[in-house]
Nanobody, 119 residues
Framework: QVQLVESGGGLVQPGGSLRLSCEAS????????MGWYRQAPGKERELVADITSGGTTNYASSVKGRFTISRDNAKNTVYLQMNSLKPEDTAVYLC?????????????WGQGTQVTVSS
């Protein structure tokens, strides 16, 4: 059994910063790509950023230069540092980790954490 637990969301003023964390626990042999997605009310889920096991990163154009994704393989954890936050960044943020648990790679999702950017 594998679980993903997210933390770090909250309310922040425009221009502020937040750091999200997502830790995977359970029967984990290895991990592949780790990523963050977000979904705002009435909108489709979109990729924010992802990072491969080798450290190659990919960002949505709307967050490039403001957000930084990183990972700690020893802790099976992915982070998202969000700076210069804007009201349009308001959404539920979900992590996704591709995990080899029992011999095959499976997508696992976190429960989501709310990020609200408002004055």
């Amino acid at each position: 059994q594998v679980q993903l637990v997210e933390s770090g969301g909250g309310l922040v003023q425009p221009g502020g910063s937040l750091r999200l964390s997502c830790e995977a626990s359970g029967s984990i042999f290895s991990t592949r790509v780790m990523g963050w997605y977000r979904q705002a009310p009435g909108k489709e889920r979109e990729l924010v950023a992802d990072i491969t096991s080798g450290g190659t990163t990919n960002y949505a154009s709307s967050v490039k230069g403001r957000f930084t994704i990183s990972r700690d393989n020893a802790k099976n954890t992915v982070y998202l540092q969000m700076n210069s936050l804007k009201p349009e960044d308001t959404a539920v943020y979900l992590c996704r980790i591709v995990i080899n648990s029992y011999g095959s790679y499976v997508n696992y999702w976190g429960q989501g954490t709310q990020v609200t950017v408002s004055s």
